[in-house]
């Protein structure tokens, strides 16, 4: 089956955004944090993950800077953006209205 | 400010590619380090975590590289990142950059020459303010059906001042003058011209100022410059004005000095003096010696002028009946410059485009097949998210690389071919001199070179974006689309097919040329020595001197050592505007002005005939016995007895000059000799007439030398016998005559010779095309053709499989190209001679030399095919 790339990318840098959301962050952080708020279902691909973070910080949605992280080791720290926040609730409310409608048909 | 860092970050990044991968392997390995740790709680042996950790955090150096790619942001990280990245690709491929590039810097650079001379013939603005409004206003002769001829003076004037729809008229007449100086006498072309020729052109002097209308009907002697003349004869001395110059033995006077760039009648005018009115020439209606160019009003068409002009020839004609027969006709001037030229220029703009279509059709089928290759590389990009558009992007951003590199290469090579092209080119193409490499040369270059670049790099970029990721990796990348298969084959199908329309284009040329080459002129041009000869001044003003001085010439040269003889014409071969007149023959009425026919005037020494070779039909050709007091007596061609005496000897009947009742001497019709090509190879032969020299007109001659080895040698001799004879005559153009004949083929050898290199090139570069893809299609189906050979398939059949389908193509191309040839042979008509656009022969041979060049082109894949060896074959993968 031929897979829709953008909607995959949508979907993982919905999550992504969200976790940020919550406060800066670095990228093993967010793939710990992802696992562990899906009840350990969603476990993102180090290979898609960084992709989709450059991918973001390109397009201003997250920002990015070197910190200390909790061990006292050198990483990279992510921060949603303003144009972030929008972006996160702008495909919240898309992805509602889409599960909402799937349900709706699935329970008729 | 958060953007400002982004922005400031991404500048560097594409500076400091280091720094950035540095700065994400450290993130990856920061990762890889949790991860290692977090595994190890949960239970795994260290050595294992890393492992895994490794393993997860994995292909970190592909990583690097998409995480690279996917923070390259705008435009120019972008772009710059993907000419990194695509000189990289090309430098790891030597051999197919190479080829690609010498393939383009030919299509380029064959392009850039050829359009350097579009542009600068037929394109670039004329020289003068006027240059848009003038028309020459021509005579459409119908005497000697010649629609370019001369105007009299008077019927000049008549249109100068009857006309509505000029805002000036001027005549001019090109002409030799003696110029006698420091050093030696020098024949310089320059121009009889009336007042006004200057203001019509809408050109000013430089220095001084040109003469006034008064002064021309004064017959003033007064002389203006060219630039070049007076920067070679006087070093550009701004005295010179005022000064007094000997000029075929007349005190002028110079009073002006004319910009470099009017460069009119033509580039090599030395001079402009007002027109002549030696024997009345102002005054006589069939004194025809004058060419017409004029400034139209703003807005008027040409059509408008002509027929503007007709009404006043209809009212010329009214006034004077004996005007019958002398139409008019305008032609714009640039049009008049470039006309000629025009079709040639157009059918090599074609010629080089088809080359640079096959070169794109070439270079594309090398990366279609190179894709095939890389087809991995991008399913794998794609797969960590650098987008399709993305890809194909960096895809078409290498072609445009390759093709600016091409582009630069063929920019060389174009610069070349253009030197060679002015080095090679007859002296008769317009504007020659000023072509060269400019601006919109360069502009055209890039462009093409860009357009180059999107054309074939489209191919293989939409190959690719067609590629499912998935698919390619896990197959193992053998990368066979479909797509890319019809792609390649459809543009080996389009290249044979254009160079199949080059290849019959360039064997009509040579057709043509050999036809040519092949007519017979009636005239031995071989081992003779050609020079015009000028005897003017008081001395040859009467013809009993002139008579003597060649009379002497011929005996002193005939005489030796290595020459079998000598003689003089007034000019063996003709312009299409001879010097002419009508004539009438005793016993049969005038022609009327409808019917009446002129012929040419010329005199010859009486060995002549013998020494060009010419035969002699009827009667005899001149002796001893025609003098200046014996009976005049005149020798007619072939074409004009059987013209005026329909198959009875005309030997012994009279003609004379102008009409029965003119005060010309009746002469007495002594000889017919053989029709000789005088006015080249493409116009008819018309009726001519001979005088013996003893009894002619000519002040200025040609003299012919018939030597027995290199006729160049005796010009020493023949230069010292004429400076004894009269010091004060310069010897002009001294040349083997051979070398005037090919001057007259100069155009048609160098079209020929350029359409016959493009048409080789474009079919060299259409069998590598067909080479390319069949050895491409043996390699990917090794494994099928070795399974074919282990169950028992034989080498002919094998052979024959590979073979059909290569033929099957250039089948294919050949079938169009020749339908495409037929239907654009229009287009050659004008550039062929004696050869129709679908000449059998012709369509016939490049059959034939398209099929033996497919069959070897497939010969080495075929072969290849034959030699694969089964078992290894099918192991191979």
């Given amino acids: ?108 | 400010m958060g953007w400002m860092r982004v922005i400031r970050d991404r500048w560097r990044g594409t500076r400091d590619r280091e720094r950035v991968t540095a700065e994400i392997r450290a993130e990856l390995a920061h990762h890889e380090d949790q991860l290692a740790s977090q595994l190890e709680r949960g239970g795994l042996p260290p050595v294992e975590a890393r492992h895994e950790a490794r393993r997860r955090v994995g292909q970190r150096a592909l990583l690097q590289d998409a995480g690279y790619d996917v923070r390259g942001g705008g435009g120019l990280e972008i772009f710059v990142q993907d000419v990194r990245y695509g000189l990289r690709s090309l430098r790891g491929a030597p051999g197919f950059t190479l080829v690609a590039t010498l393939t383009l810097a030919l299509g380029i650079g064959a392009n850039t020459a050829i359009y350097s001379v579009a542009s600068g013939v037929l394109m670039r603005p004329l020289p003068f303010w006027n240059g848009e409004r003038l028309a020459m206003v021509w005579m459409d002769n119908a005497r000697i059906s010649v629609r370019e001829d001369w105007h009299s003076y008077p019927n000049y004037a008549n249109y100068r001042d009857w006309n509505t729809t000029f805002d000036g008229l001027a005549v001019f007449n090109q002409q030799n003058w003696t110029f006698t100086g420091d050093g030696d006498p020098e024949r310089l072309p320059g121009a009889h011209c009336s007042a006004n020729l200057f203001e019509v052109l809408g050109a000013a002097p430089v220095l001084g100022r040109t003469f006034t209308t008064a002064e021309e009907l004064a017959n003033a002697r007064v002389v203006v410059l060219s630039y070049g003349l007076w920067q070679r004869r006087f070093g550009g001395r701004r005295d010179v004005v005022n000064e007094t110059i000997q000029m075929s033995g007349r005190d002028m006077q110079v009073i002006g000095v004319m910009p470099a760039s009017f460069a009119f009648p033509s580039a090599d005018t030395g001079f402009w003096v007002p027109t002549t009115n030696v024997e009345g020439a102002r005054a006589g209606r069939n004194s025809i010696w004058l060419q017409v160019v004029g400034v139209r009003k703003p807005g008027v068409s040409v059509a408008q002028t002509q027929a503007d002009l007709e009404r006043v020839n209809a009212s010329i004609l009214a006034e004077f009946p004996n005007q019958k027969g002398y139409g008019v006709h305008v032609v714009d001037y640039h049009e008049q410059i470039v006309g000629n030229v025009r079709p040639a220029i157009v059918v090599l703009l074609g010629a080089v485009a088809c080359v640079l279509l096959i070169a794109c059709a070439n270079v594309a089928n090398l990366l279609l097949a190179r894709a095939s290759v890389r087809e991995r590389e991008f399913a794998l990009r794609a797969a960590i998210g650098a987008g399709r558009a993305r890809i194909v992007r960096q895809l078409l951003t290498e072609s445009v690389l390759l093709a600016v590199i091409g582009g630069l290469a063929g920019l060389g090579l174009g610069w070349l071919g253009l030197n060679a092209l002015i080095a090679l080119a007859p002296a008769g193409l317009p504007r020659i001199e000023s072509l060269a490499i400019d601006r919109g040369v360069l502009a055209f270059t890039a462009g093409l070179s860009l357009v180059t670049g999107l054309l074939f790099g489209l191919a293989p970029a939409l190959q690719t974006a067609q590629t499912e990721p998935g698919h390619s990796l896990k197959d193992g990348g053998r990368g066979v689309t479909g797509l890319g298969r019809i792609l390649r084959r459809g543009l080996v199908v389009a290249e044979i097919a254009l160079a199949v329309v080059l290849l019959v284009g360039a064997g009509l040329m040579l057709r043509s040329f050999a036809a040519m080459q092949r007519v017979d002129l009636g005239l031995r041009t071989d081992r003779v020595l050609s020079t015009r000869l000028a005897l003017l001044g008081p001395r040859y003003q009467d013809g009993a001197p002139r008579a003597e001085f060649y009379e002497r010439l011929v005996q002193r040269v005939g005489a030796l050592r290595g020459v079998e003889g000598a003689a003089t014409i007034g000019s063996i071969f003709l312009s299409a505007t001879p010097n002419s007149t009508n004539f009438s023959i005793e016993g049969r009425q005038d022609f009327t002005p409808e019917e009446s026919v002129e012929v040419p005037v010329d005199s010859v020494t009486p060995g002549y005939f013998k020494v060009m070779g010419v035969r002699l039909l009827d009667g005899r050709f001149f002796d001893h016995t025609d003098t200046i007091s014996s009976p005049p007596s005149v020798i007619i061609n072939q074409t004009m007895a059987r013209q005026f005496f329909e198959g009875v000897s005309p030997i012994g009947r009279r003609m004379k000059y102008g009409a029965l009742a003119s005060q010309a001497p009746w002469m007495t019709i002594v000889g017919v000799v053989a029709d000789t090509r005088r006015t080249g190879y493409e116009s008819a032969v018309r009726p001519e007439t001979y005088l013996p020299m003893s009894q002619g007109q000519d002040s200025v001659s040609t003299l012919v030398v018939r030597t027995t080895g290199d006729p160049m040698a005796v010009l020493p001799s023949v230069r010292s016998i004429v400076r004894e004879l009269d010091s004060s005559v310069p010897l002009q153009a001294p040349r083997p005559l051979d070398a005037v004949v090919a001057e007259m083929m100069a155009d048609r050898r160098l079209n020929t010779t350029l359409l016959v290199v493009f048409a080789v090139i474009a079919a060299v570069l259409a069998a590598v095309g067909i080479y390319g893809v069949m050895a491409y299609a043996v390699a990917q189906r090794t494994r099928e053709l070795g399974v074919r050979l282990a169950l028992g398939a034989s080498i002919r059949n094998v052979l024959g499989l590979v073979l059909l389908e290569g033929m099957g193509l250039a089948a294919m191309g050949l079938g169009i190209g020749l339908a495409a040839a037929l239907a654009l042979g229009g287009a050659m008509t004008r550039l062929l001679y004696q050869v129709p656009a679908t000449d059998p022969l012709t369509l016939v041979a490049i059959a034939g030399v398209t099929v033996v060049a497919a069959v070897l082109a497939c010969a080495l894949p075929a072969a290849r095919a034959i030699r694969v060896d089964p078992v290894i074959a099918l192991r191979g993968e």
């Fill in chain 1, 1 to 108: 089956m031929r897979t829709n790339a953008d909607q995959l990318h949508g979907t993982l840098d919905m999550l992504v955004l969200k976790v940020l959301a919550s406060g800066p962050m670095h990228g093993y952080g967010i793939s710990v944090r992802l696992h562990a708020l899906s009840a350990e279902v969603l476990s993102v691909e180090e290979g898609s993950l960084y992709p989709a973070l450059y991918r973001m910080e390109q397009r201003g949605w997250i920002d990015s800077a070197w910190g200390l992280s909790d061990n006292n080791r050198r990483a990279r720290f992510y921060e949603l953006t303003r144009l972030g926040r929008k972006q996160l609730e702008a495909e919240t409310a898309s992805w509602r209205r889409l599960t909402g409608a799937v349900g709706l048909v699935l329970e008729a």
